[in-house]
């Protein structure tokens, strides 16, 4: 995004023209962007060929997600719903992992019946019930087991997934104890070490201590594995000052580990692939005037964008048209929603604004349409896709009438 003769422009068309032919809100995703990001996590990691697995779960959209297969990525997924969708999107079973802790029966049948590439286990009640279908059909499946390596991502503890009391993998005992079963099974077949530590990860160093943990794991499990799953986490800068995660020095601890050990490395990046390709075009209703600040009442609301509402995190927003004029007043800007949490942001000295004024959230390519909902009985916002100064409508808006 960037102003062209003081009109905000994704790629090459304007946030109003936009706005104008499909109404307000709407999510637009720049395919340039997409294409860049895919081309640079590649290339920072080309040494040792990972296979990069796109996390469905940050942006479901099965058109954008076609073209990310376009660029030879896999899908890790984490439902029945997402792997269904990571199919139809023509993505190849065998570039496909299977995440998450609950996975159900039906999942479990669904997953074995397609031969994906591993389901990634997360206990041994799953162990268990994958050996179980897997007879009943026949089959030998391949799985993962995820390690909790208890290593803090120093991030949001709403987005940490590493560490003893989060509620995903498995303590080292237990791990050591899953591997020596699944040894003994004829209808498994044990070819992963997973591990995922968070999400929103912007340093590099807890990613090379949970190297050290993996690399450790391994020796004294005493078992080849085919696959190291490393997981995804990789942050984007949502402020200006943001620093980012330097891939550089990632590579090299990964170049390192592998000097031990010959296994193919798969990522599950989302947020670093479709984060900062996203934008939301909003529209203020009203200005609400107040002693200390005006409140700015757009008509995207939390149902569109939960994640401030979800754990306080903040989106740069900006007007459509910029101006010189500068509001004397704080700004809060919220949505319709009859909660307190449906607030986006509050900011000092912004552009001074008017009602029917539009102003874009930036980076909600990840976990924001995949995260919205219908709350209010407000429909869902449409989704474009540009390329240049090609739009393609990827998702039409919801129409009141299908919900009700």
Not at 29 to 57: D, G, H, M, Q, T
Not at 249 to 274: C, D, M, T, W
Request: charged share 30%.
């Amino acid at each position: 995004m960037k102003y062209i003769n003081k009109n905000l422009s994704i790629e090459k068309v304007k946030v109003n023209y936009i706005a104008k032919k499909f109404g307000t809100p709407v999510y637009c995703y720049s395919y340039r962007k997409l294409r860049e990001n895919i081309i640079n996590f590649k290339k920072s990691f080309n040494s040792f060929a990972p296979l990069v697995c796109f996390a469905i779960k940050s942006n479901t959209n099965v058109n954008l997600i076609r073209e990310i297969r376009k660029f030879g990525l896999g899908a890790d997924v984490v439902s029945m719903g997402e792997l269904m969708m990571a199919l139809k999107a023509g993505i190849d079973p065998k570039k496909i992992v299977f995440s998450g802790v609950g996975k159900t029966s039906n999942e479990i049948s669904y997953a074995v019946d397609r031969e994906i590439l591993l389901i990634n286990a997360e206990s041994k009640s799953e162990i268990s019930e994958i050996e179980r279908i897997a007879k009943s059909k026949k089959k030998i499946v391949n799985i993962g087991i995820r390690l909790n390596p208890n290593t803090d991502a120093k991030t949001l503890k709403q987005i940490s997934t590493g560490k003893k009391e989060n509620k995903f993998g498995v303590d080292e005992k237990t791990f050591f104890d899953l591997v020596s079963y699944s040894k003994l099974s004829k209808n498994i077949n044990l070819k992963c070490l997973s591990v995922h530590i968070g999400s929103q990860i912007l340093d590099h160093k807890p990613y090379e201590e949970m190297l050290k943990v993996v690399d450790k794991v391994i020796k004294k499990s005493n078992h080849k594995f085919e696959f190291v799953d490393l997981g995804g986490g990789m942050g984007i800068s949502y402020e200006k000052n943001n620093k980012k995660l330097n891939y550089q020095k990632y590579n090299i601890a990964i170049k390192k580990f592998l000097k031990n050990h010959k296994s193919q490395i798969i990522f599950e990046p989302g947020r670093s692939i479709v984060g900062n390709i996203g934008s939301l075009i909003s529209k203020v209703i009203y200005i609400k005037e107040n002693d200390k600040k005006d409140f700015i009442i757009l008509d995207a609301a939390m149902n569109d964008l939960m994640r401030p509402a979800l754990y306080g995190a903040h989106h740069r927003t900006l007007p459509a048209i910029k101006t010189s004029q500068v509001s004397k007043k704080v700004y809060e800007f919220v949505g319709p929603i009859c909660e307190s949490t449906d607030k986006f942001t509050t900011l000092k000295k912004f552009q001074k604004l008017k009602e029917k004024d539009l102003v874009v959230m930036c980076d909600v390519g990840a976990y924001g349409m995949s995260l919205s909902s219908n709350y209010n009985l407000r429909p869902k916002s449409p989704e474009i896709l540009i390329k240049g100064s090609k739009i393609n409508v990827i998702k039409k808006r919801q129409k009141l009438e299908d919900l009700i």
